[in-house]
């Protein structure tokens, strides 16, 4: 237990920055096909799809950021959170390139940094100061 509690107190911000842009950036036109356009259902507008294939792809992080404020490690989760958010600037300045999945959301990464600033915002309000 006391190993596996080691393991999530240490985050490795630069991996897990590299982490995040390959998976985000990893995403493609082909992903995109295969959820846009017309369905049995209706017709998904391109940049709905893109939304929610580049939201699926960052939520592992959001969980792992609360799973590991709910074991009580809360600078950790700040530590991983903040390294995502990195990954997510440095993304925010892909949003033109048109073989890239965020030209399609070209707000997503703005707007994720958004979120997890108001989830750590949220674990500084229950663990005191923030690291």
């Known amino acids: 237990q006391a190993v596996a509690q080691s393991h999530l107190e240490t985050v490795d911000t630069v991996a ?3 982490l995040v842009r390959t998976t985000l ?14 369905t049995r259902y ?10 929610h294939l580049l939201e699926e792809a960052l ?6 950021i609360r799973r590991r404020a709910h074991l009580g490690l809360y600078s ?7 390294a995502v958010i990195q990954a997510l600037e440095q993304l925010a300045a892909r949003k033109h390139d048109d073989w890239v999945l ?12 958004a979120s997890i600033t108001a989830l750590l ?6 663990a005191g100061p923030p690291c």
């Open 16 to 18: 897990t920055i590299d």
């Open 25 to 38: 950036l990893g995403l493609d036109q082909d992903d995109l096909a295969m959820r846009a356009g017309k």
């Open 42 to 51: 209706g017709y998904v507008e391109p940049t709905d799809a893109a939304w």
């Open 59 to 64: 939520e592992p992080w959001f969980e792992d």
């Open 76 to 82: 950790a989760a700040r530590v991983l959170g903040s």
């Open 102 to 113: 965020l030209g399609w959301a070209p707000d997503f990464a703005d707007e994720a940094a």
């Open 121 to 126: 915002t949220d674990l500084d309000g229950t």
